[in-house]
């Protein structure tokens, strides 16, 4: 698993995926590029609530995605779910002006629990909709319900995020957490939380500390 650029390349069916520290994952043979639980809309989900939450957070999130785009040119994005944390809000309309000025890549949205607003919604922003989407012996959904014999996952769902002891204090990281059949991404929206996981001894941990990643 070598380590260039500050990202990971895996091997999995003998194809190369690379792990990126800005939560997301390119797949060369695609030119795909793959992100999880961008969850936008979600600070102003809060502020309506009566939280205070900056309002920079979108714009540092599509500041980070336009960072991706610019430097791997994908031919699509693709997003395993909760892209919208809740109900229509100004940031949907952000995030289309946005859309709006990036002409060559598709963007497909796996649907994920978070995604409530009408399809239509969704297509007039220009995205393509899917359930899961099967390509090659991979399969990309946003959470499993029930895994097929043979098949590798790419999922999100869970946010995982791994506790890692320096010195004396414990420290929890956002990471992206492989099994045998799977690999779980951390959440892409840098105002979503994370869960803590409890690996299996064969699972494998790549940690984001410091814009890097690293294999525990």
Known sequence: MPIIENYLIITLFNEEFYLLPQRAIFRPK????????????????????????????????????TQLINK?????????????????????EIFKDWL???????????????????????????????????TDNFIFIHDIKKAEKDKFYFKGHIHPGARVKLGRQRFTFPCFHKTKNS?????????????????????QIFVIANEKIIAL
């Open 30 to 65: 695609y030119q795909s590029l793959i992100l999880a639980d961008t969850h936008f809309g979600k600070s102003t989900h809060f502020q309506k609530s009566g939280i205070p939450v900056p309002k920079s957070i979108l714009d540092s999130d599509l500041e980070i995605l």
């Open 72 to 92: 791997w040119k994908p031919n699509e994005v693709l997003i395993l779910g909760d892209m919208f944390h809740s109900h229509h809000n100004e940031e949907v």
């Open 100 to 134: 709006s000025c990036c002409v060559d890549f598709k963007t497909i949205l796996i649907k994920g629990n978070h995604d409530i607003l009408p399809t239509e919604k969704y297509t007039q922003l220009g995205l393509e909709i899917k359930s899961e989407l099967e």
């Open 183 to 203: 690999i779980t991404l951390p959440a892409f929206g840098n105002f979503t939380g994370m869960s803590v996981i409890n690996p299996l001894p064969e699972d």
